[in-house]
């Protein structure tokens, strides 16, 4: 088996976008039998899993991913285990031992109430890439458009298929402010915007790709309520914290519990759903 790791000065680096490099360990019978830094050498994040691919890699350990490179890695049937952070080689050991639990894709910009920023809509998640993230990072090509690399000011209104509004900056009484293409936004936000007019109005349709990414099997996970302290007092529906191997928070749901074990969910409350967008660009600076 071989595991490539994000790495950086040996960190785990924290998007799988932009990493120039992963260490790539040989692993035989449970264990560590060599490694190797590879470089990405500037390519595109849409190539970096053809690039792991090439390398037989079959487990990718990240920090931060979105929903698109998940699909993407999947496609090559890699194995993702995403936000993770420390040092490459202890991230290893841990997975190898079982002690690393995958959030799943964690880009996840859209934050209810707060607007779009980097964050997640429970304030846990990371960014994976540039150029717009989540739900599409791994299959689209870096953002052009006018707007893109510029801070720009949006008001906007989100609804879901049947109507029902999510979020609203008008309601807030407040324009969202963004680096155009820097991936604090999910993608097809960012495209949007990326070559709007001052002024200019648009309806966007957005499928979960160009969203929040389709749910992750990987993110959902069930364990004995004996080895949770506290977890006999959840119940199904509640939304709380969990930390993973390295202490790094995440949000998840409890979606299931017996006499003996609870069952969470990490991915995006929003996972899977189509999203529609009607955007007023406000200012360019």
């Given amino acids: 088996m071989r595991i490539a790791v994000t790495y950086d000065n040996g960190q785990v680096f924290g998007h799988f976008g932009r990493t120039e490099a992963f260490k ?34 079959d487990v990718l350990i990240c920090g931060g991913i979105g929903g698109g490179a998940m699909e993407a890695l999947k496609e090559h049937e890699i194995e993702v285990c995403a936000g993770a952070e420390g040092d490459t080689d202890a991230a290893v050991e841990a997975y190898l031992k079982g ?3 995958s959030v799943g894709a964690t880009c996840s910009h859209h934050d209810h109430g707060e607007g779009h920023s980097c964050g997640d809509h429970e304030g846990g998640y990371s960014c994976d890439d540039n150029g717009g993230c989540h739900g599409g990072c791994g299959a689209h090509n870096r953002l052009e458009g006018r707007n893109v690399g510029k801070t720009v000011k949006t008001h906007y209104k989100g609804t879901f298929n049947d109507g029902t509004q999510f979020d609203s900056s008008y309601d807030r009484g407040e324009p969202l402010e963004f680096v155009c293409g820097a991936g604090m936004m999910i993608r097809g936000f960012d495209a949007a915007v990326a070559d ?9 349709h957005l499928m979960p790709e160009e969203a929040y990414g389709m749910p992750d099997p990987q993110a959902i996970f069930t364990v004995e309520i004996a080895q949770m302290p506290g977890a006999e007092g959840l119940n199904v529906g509640e939304q709380v914290y969990l930390s993973n191997a390295y202490g790094q928070p995440f949000p998840v749901k409890v979606t299931a519990k017996d006499d003996t074990t609870i069952t969470f969910d990490a991915n995006h409350e929003m996972a899977g759903k189509e999203l529609n967008f009607r955007i007023e660009l406000v200012e360019v600076q």
């Fill in 24 to 57: 790539v360990y040989e692993v035989e019978n449970g264990q560590v039998t060599d490694s190797e830094v590879i470089e990405s050498n500037g390519i595109g994040h849409g190539a970096l899993a053809g690039l792991l691919a090439e390398n037989t890699v």
């Fill in 99 to 101: 002690e690393l639990v």
């Fill in 196 to 204: 709007m007019e001052v002024g200019q109005v648009v309806d966007v």
